[in-house]
């Protein structure tokens, strides 16, 4: 099984974003980290690490570069009278703590209640990943996620689980690895009945 160290072009950025000239000041500042960590950037395994490292912020960080609202555009009303909980469990996500730039890893779970008109099952998830993708805290991506749904669909409810372990917590400091952190958003009739906000977190598997 080859290392990260035996691959040349390790990144799987496509277009303009892999063509794109890394500014020559991004490239000095890894290197500056590197000799602060200890190490010589110019040493044969850390040679090309700078430009390897700025093409991984380009896909780290890439939510920076779209508009997570704008998977919503297209809706779609014919949907058969279906008027009952619409669910995406599990997506699996990986942002960065803003404090540390740690990885955020772990899964996001959304439902919404349908008004008048539903989504493609994808775009939820590719809103989610247009927020994960960008320097983040937990609580805000949350909301962030909760809040474009709420705006773009106008449905009776919202309900938005983010479960994540965060590397700041496991990797430093405390040192506690295996600890998630679960944060959740509300809106609507999940927010307001008792017995839909029940129901839905049933749904996602938290009775």
Request: glycine share 8%; aromatic share 6%.
């Given at each position: 099984?080859a290392?990260?160290?035996?691959?040349?072009?390790?990144e799987?950025?496509?277009g303009?974003d892999?063509?794109?000239?890394i500014?020559?000041?991004?490239?000095?500042?890894?290197?500056?980290?590197i000799?602060?960590a200890?190490d010589?950037?110019?040493r044969?395994?850390?040679?090309?690490?700078?430009?390897?490292v700025?093409?991984?912020?380009?896909?780290?960080?890439?939510?920076?570069?779209?508009?997570?609202r704008?998977?919503?555009?297209?809706?779609?009303?014919?949907?058969?009278g279906?008027?009952?909980?619409?669910?995406?469990?599990?997506?699996?996500?990986?942002?960065?703590?803003?404090?540390?730039?740690?990885p955020?890893?772990?899964?996001?779970?959304?439902?919404?209640?349908p008004?008048?008109?539903?989504?493609?099952?994808?775009k939820?998830?590719?809103?989610?990943?247009?927020?994960?993708?960008?320097?983040q805290?937990?609580e805000?991506?949350?909301?962030?996620?909760?809040?474009?749904i709420?705006?773009?669909?106008?449905?009776?409810?919202?309900?938005?689980?983010?479960?994540?372990?965060h590397?700041?917590?496991?990797?430093r400091?405390?040192l506690?690895?295996?600890v998630?952190?679960t944060?959740?958003?509300?809106?609507?009739?999940?927010?307001d009945?008792?017995?839909?906000r029940?129901?839905?977190?049933?749904?996602?598997?938290f009775?």
């Amino acid at each position: 099984m080859a290392d990260c160290s035996t691959l040349d072009d390790d990144e799987p950025l496509e277009g303009a974003d892999r063509d794109a000239p890394i500014p020559p000041e991004v490239l000095e500042a890894v290197r500056t980290l590197i000799r602060w960590a200890g190490d010589d950037p110019d040493r044969e395994g850390l040679f090309e690490t700078p430009r390897r490292v700025a093409r991984a912020y380009q896909e780290y960080f890439k939510g920076y570069r779209e508009d997570p609202r704008q998977h919503l555009a297209r809706t779609f009303e014919e949907v058969g009278g279906y008027d009952e909980v619409v669910l995406l469990r599990d997506i699996p996500f990986q942002s960065h703590c803003e404090h540390h730039m740690a990885p955020i890893i772990g899964k996001i779970h959304i439902a919404y209640l349908p008004r008048h008109k539903v989504v493609g099952i994808s775009k939820l998830a590719r809103v989610a990943l247009g927020y994960a993708r960008r320097l983040q805290v937990q609580e805000r991506l949350t909301a962030e996620i909760a809040d474009a749904i709420h705006e773009g669909l106008n449905p009776r409810g919202v309900a938005v689980v983010v479960e994540a372990s965060h590397a700041c917590m496991s990797a430093r400091g405390v040192l506690t690895p295996g600890v998630i952190m679960t944060t959740s958003r509300m809106m609507g009739v999940f927010r307001d009945d008792e017995r839909s906000r029940e129901e839905v977190l049933k749904l996602m598997g938290f009775a």
